[in-house]
């Protein structure tokens, strides 16, 4: 089995690449790690970058990066991929900071990329803008969300939750959810969400949304699946864009989530939610819906 542990990073098209680029580096707090005519890395802090930014006529999603496990290889990937049916090609320094990669199209018509190493930099985080931890985890519409879930398994994720049976949550590591899937018409991104320390964080973070003009759609209030407090906004392109803390930790042995004050049960394990009790546990009311 090809595994996965962690999100890389998400590659949009734009066609205002100055403009996205002032964002992620003004607003949100990257640190450009290149920039020319065609396209900008932009990084959270020691990864060379964990956003890829294309100029394109079309804005939205061009695909995603998902990092393998220690010891294996490119070649071995694609190996796997391909006696399970999936083509799949090697490709070399086709993106800045990753020497090699494997690329193939999910089930959905995305652009993935698997890849064992990515340059690392040195700047750390920067003292001005939002200044997220990571990028933490992508959201994307597909045809059908079970479909979806199933064929994810084989790069090693596990399905935590989901919203009924049109949004599925699922993570390759201790974080609540990595990727989900909602079952849409339409092929795009739902949202991209960045992780924040702490409550305090998230608070600060939406004051800076607000000197720079940036309305909030939603937020903040915790949702249900992952229990994380969150807050939406949409990137100058339209992209949804949220930010969120305290999201639950699973521990994957057990098969339950580490205890928080806000579990509905003790212990609290992987469940179907209903929608309304699922997108705020607050009350929260909000006029743009979510899924």
Known sequence: MVQVFRLGYVHFGTPNLARMVKYYSDVLGFSVTHQDASSAYVSTSID???????????????????????????????AELESAGIPATVRTNALRGIQELVEFTDVDGYTVHLFPEMQGVEHGFKAHGVGPNKVGHLSVRVKDAERSVEYYKQFGFINTDWIEDF?????????????????????????????????????RSMDELGRNGIPILWGPSRHGAGHNIATYHRDPD?????????ADIYVPELGIFEPRPWHENFPQKPRVWGTDECITRWGTSFEQSLV
Do not use: W
């Not at 339209?238 to 305290?246: A, R, S, V, Y």
């Open 48 to 78: 060379h970058h964990n956003v890829v930014l294309t100029a394109d006529e079309r804005p939205g999603i061009k695909g995603f990066g998902l990092q393998l496990r220690p010891g294996i290889s490119a070649a071995g990937a694609a």
């Open 167 to 203: 949004f599925g949550f699922m993570t390759c590591n201790r974080d609540h959810h990595v990727l989900n899937f909602c079952t849409s018409d339409r092929k795009e991104m739902h949202h991209m969400a960045l992780e924040l320390r702490d409550y305090s964080h998230l608070i």
């Open 238 to 246: 339209g992209n949804m864009i949220e930010l969120f803390t305290d």
